[in-house]
Each structure stands twice: as C-alpha cells, then as structure tokens.
C-alpha cells in the first residue's frame, strides 16, 4: 500500500515533506472525524458529556491508532509500542507541563476520583507486565496477545463506568437555538477523515521508518520522540489553547482521557492483532510513562486549589528533558 511513494524516500527534502504531510493529514482527518461523529451525535441528542469522553476521546486517539495498525503491518513492531508510551509520556510531561506553565491546571472531582486512577492503573499495567516478562520470562516477550486481552477487558470496564457516569449529566443542545448538522455532511466528513487517517498513517510510518534507518537510529527511538510528538498534536492543541483561555481543567480531562484510550484501548487492539516483543529500553519508558500519570494524582491531591501549578509544570518539562537525554546517550 502506498508503494508509489518509496521512490520519493531517497530524496532528503521530499522525505521532510512526506512526514510533515503524513502529520498535516492524521491531524485534519482526526479532526473531520470528530465533526462528522459529533454531528450525528447530537443529531440523536446524546449528551456533550458522552460526546466529549467518547468519540472526541477516540478522536485525539485515532492517529495513535492508525500509526499503530500501519507499524503493525509493516512489521516495525517497536513504533508500535513507544508511539504509545511516547505519546502519553509526552502528553502529562511536555504537554500538561507546559500548559501548566501557561496557566495552572485546575482539576475536577470526578477526574481525581475516576479517571486520573485509571491512566495511573494504564501505566503500572504495561510497567507490570514488563516486570513480569523480566522477572518470570526470557525478557523479550513484550505485550502478547493475552495481556492485550487484558487491556481490553479494562476499557470495557472503562466505558461501561463512563457512560454509567454520564446517564446523571443531561444533554446541553438546545432546540431552539441548536442547528443540527445534515446527516449526508457528517457522513462526508467521516469517511474522508478515515482517508486522510489512513493516508497521514501510511507516510508517517513510511518515512520515519526511512529516516531511522539512514541516521542509524533505533526505531524505538524515532517512535518515542518524532512519531509520538506528531500523534500528539491534536492533544497539544486542545490543551494549550484552553490554558490561554483559562480552561486548563478542559486540558487535564484531554491529557487523561487521552492516555486511558491509548493503553486500553489502542494498545490492547494493537497486540491482539499482532504480539509487540520487547526492545531495548522498554521497562525505562513504561516506568516514565506510568510515573506521569502519579506524579499528576499527586500534584492535584497535595494542594488546596487541587490544581497543577506552575512550578510542577516546569518540574515535568525538566524531567522529561532529562528522561530524553539518557535515553538517547543510551540508544
């Protein structure tokens, strides 16, 4: 699939505008898909709540997805694995950090109580089971199709609680002054998000296959820093312009609900399709990746205001950097 494009791979310039345009089309189709899903949605009057921590959540997730299945069937199974623990290291230290650091991030009741134990139960899962493979295993089975499973069957449980949550809140679309978009305009921005995911997907992994290979770097590598970043745009987006508008809680329920669907859900599909062995380095970034979200649990319990302050923002950027710098002097 997308073979056409390999020649242009050769060329350095055309393979920068490959991924930068693999990047460009994961995020618009990401993006189409959210409207056209959300569209239909309220059409049939489901309420913003639903709408918010299901299909806008499956929505910021779907190029972490894409770039998975695409890895998957290539066989470069190690994108597969860090383009997760990338992404949601990146979203809790390099993007709830900085939006920290732009405005403190206030958090909600229910996030502290539901969700942010959740993506902290996401992290330690993979760590456990990296530990596991150490402990009782020959270290190199990875997540296999068993543990995948087990993934699965927590976001099950995930959405069951979540839509058992959202039966208290009611729908906030008003009759009177809501214009229902048509059904043939959301349907048109489904399906040509789903082109645009698959297209972004293709030159994403193609490309950065490509470049790992010519500087001599792992494709862990690639996968926790180039590709994890750009999965992570729509999340960095979001978070950032509602810290500048003072919405930063919007930020944390984004980063979160972000990280719960990339583990579960994205992961656990991932694996089921096909078992992701180990690589060098994995039991360090579950460890990070599983740190964040605690380290987030407890910011916002150890402080009246229950927010992320400032100060922890730039503590999260710093280790991060530091995170960055031992792993790529160890690669």
Not at 9 to 30: D, W
Not at 69 to 91: E, K, P
Request: net charge neutral; proline share 3%; aromatic share 10%.
């Amino acid at each position: 699939m997308f073979d056409f494009i390999t020649p242009w791979l050769q060329n350095p310039y055309a393979l920068a505008a490959i991924l930068v345009a693999g990047f460009v089309f994961l995020i618009l189709g990401a993006d189409w898909l959210v409207d056209g899903a959300s569209g239909i949605a309220k059409r049939y009057q489901v309420s913003d709540l639903v709408i918010g921590l299901t299909i806008v959540a499956f929505g910021t997730s779907m190029p972490e997805m894409i770039v998975n299945l695409v890895s998957v069937a290539h066989g470069t199974t190690d994108i597969a694995i860090t383009n997760i623990l990338g992404s949601n290291t990146i979203n809790v230290f390099i993007i709830l950090g900085l939006t920290a650091i732009v405005y403190p991030v206030a958090s909600q009741k229910s996030s502290r109580k539901f969700d942010i134990p959740f993506a902290m139960a996401a992290g330690l899962l993979v760590l456990l089971f990296v530990a596991a493979d150490n402990l009782f295993g020959n270290g190199t089975a990875g997540i296999g199709r068993g543990e995948g499973i087990v993934l699965l069957i927590f976001f099950v449980i995930f959405m069951v609680l979540t839509f058992r949550r959202a039966k208290v809140a009611p729908s906030t679309i008003q009759a009177g002054n809501y214009r229902p978009m048509k059904v043939w305009k959301a349907l048109v921005l489904i399906v040509f998000g789903l082109l645009l995911l698959v297209c972004g997907g293709e030159m994403i992994v193609k490309s950065s296959v490509k470049i790992a290979t010519d500087l001599g770097i792992s494709d862990a590598i690639i996968g926790l820093t180039v590709v994890a970043l750009g999965t992570s745009l729509p999340e960095l987006a979001t978070s950032v312009v509602a810290a500048f508008k003072k919405n930063s809680d919007l930020a944390l329920g984004n980063v979160i609900g972000s990280n719960i669907f990339n583990v579960f859900f994205v992961l656990g599909v991932s694996s089921v399709i096909h078992p992701l062995p180990a690589y060098d380095g994995l039991a360090v970034d579950a460890f990070l990746a599983a740190l964040g979200c605690a380290l987030v649990w407890i910011f916002v319990e150890t402080n009246k205001e229950r927010e992320v302050k400032r100060w922890e923002g730039m503590l999260l950027v710093l280790i991060y950097a530091g995170y960055l710098t031992y792993r790529l002097m160890t690669m």
